[in-house]
């Protein structure tokens, strides 16, 4: 990602005692992502609270849409926990992933995001199991946007699993969008707010805490 100075000028002006740089990475390498939290941490001494936010919408682009929406997630999770793990010296704290409304039921029009983004919503489940929390310390978020006006839905004809077009096309053209304002404004208080665990859609300035039960449990000997 190219640094946007302009941005970061901004944000420093309007919060003058807090520290914020760039920081680059390349969410499809594992020891890029590695190396930039290891930076990081050199120069902020720990991590308080992550969010995971990279995204790709093309199902044209099969395996970069796995590796940046699913592995990278899988990845950056893991090596924060290094950081932040109360076992290994750190101070616990939270990581948030953003998975999508896509991570939550099928979405046929872009099957391998859906896919990805279901993958992201159970793992990011799974790390919040409480056995973990009682280990490290770190508590788990899974936060799932609806649409919202980010480029992420530009041109959205030449990025479905198909070719071919579909009426599913056309209700998606037609599905009512959130300002990212409102969805940034959602999340933050998702941030200060929910409990280790919780699965949230944002959809329209709104949050819903969403309860996934459990289909299957193991059968004991």
Request: charged share 20%; hydrophobic share 40%; with cysteine.
């Amino acid at each position: 990602m190219t640094e946007n100075a302009e941005a970061l000028a901004e944000w420093r002006a309007g919060s003058p005692g807090t520290e914020i740089f760039h920081q680059k990475v390349d969410i499809t390498r594992k020891e890029d992502i590695e190396a930039a939290y290891k930076a990081t941490a050199e120069r902020l001494g720990h991590f308080d609270v992550v969010v995971n936010g990279c995204g790709l919408m093309n199902d044209r682009l099969v395996e970069l849409t796995i590796q940046i929406n699913l592995l990278g997630v899988i990845e950056s999770t893991l090596a924060a926990l290094e950081y932040m793990d109360k076992a290994k010296g750190g101070r616990g704290g939270l990581i948030v992933n953003i998975s999508s409304v896509a991570g939550l039921q099928p979405t046929a029009l872009m099957a391998i995001y859906s896919a990805a983004k279901t993958g992201v919503t159970t793992f990011t489940r799974s790390m919040a199991n409480p056995i973990y929390y009682a280990h490290s310390g770190v508590s788990f978020v899974t936060i799932c946007p609806g649409f919202t006006e980010t480029p992420l839905l530009d041109d959205i004809s030449s990025k479905t699993t198909f070719t071919y077009h579909t009426p599913m096309l056309d209700m998606f053209q037609r599905v009512k969008r959130q300002k990212p304002e409102d969805c940034a404004r959602n999340l933050v208080q998702a941030m200060e707010q929910a409990q280790n665990g919780a699965v949230l859609m944002l959809e329209l300035g709104d949050t819903q805490e969403i309860q996934i039960p459990d289909f299957w449990k193991p059968q004991l000997e």
